[in-house]
């Protein structure tokens, strides 16, 4: 119960397209970011068990999944889990959330009221262009993880 109420008011109730709930849960990512594909990088090797899958969100199964502009793509990772959609800071714990220990603890952050962990999210989502630059081409794990991409 008690988790349930904090990751709540961060939820999105949505209908996502039947073809995505295989893939459960799902990080739509920028794949033009160099800081979020040094993330996902990061995701890959944590992940032992590859619960997490991955789609740029310049990729088809994004454009599959955005049928409304509800979320402000260009400025959030998005998470979907069990018929659910996440953003921002309540996406980024709910993905470390998935990994092994100790960077689960990391879920810890949730406690901190969402308007403040959002707004330290937005500072860096609106600048992480510029600080940690961009990347010409798509980050999409090669073949050793293959099986978690979908485009």
């Not at 109730?13 to 040094?38: A, E, K, M, W």
């Not at 600048?127 to 073949?143: A, M, V």
């Amino acid at each position: 119960m008690f988790k349930k109420f904090f990751i709540t008011s961060s939820k999105r109730d949505r209908i996502i397209p039947i073809s995505l709930t295989q893939y459960n849960p799902l990080v739509f990512y920028d794949g033009d970011c160099l800081l979020c594909s040094n993330s996902i990088q990061f995701l890959l090797k944590k992940d032992k068990r590859k619960k997490l899958h991955y789609a740029p969100q310049q990729g088809e199964t994004f454009k599959q999944f955005a049928i409304d502009k509800t979320i402000d793509a260009e400025s959030s990772v998005i998470l979907l889990k069990d018929g659910a959609v996440y953003t921002k800071s309540a996406a980024a714990l709910a993905i470390v959330r998935e990994l092994p220990y100790p960077w689960k603890l990391l879920y810890a952050f949730i406690v901190i009221p969402e308007f403040v962990r959002n707004a330290f999210y937005d500072l860096i989502a609106r600048n992480r262009k510029k600080w940690f630059g961009e990347t010409d081409s798509c980050y999409l794990g090669g073949k050793a993880y293959a099986d978690q991409f979908l485009d």
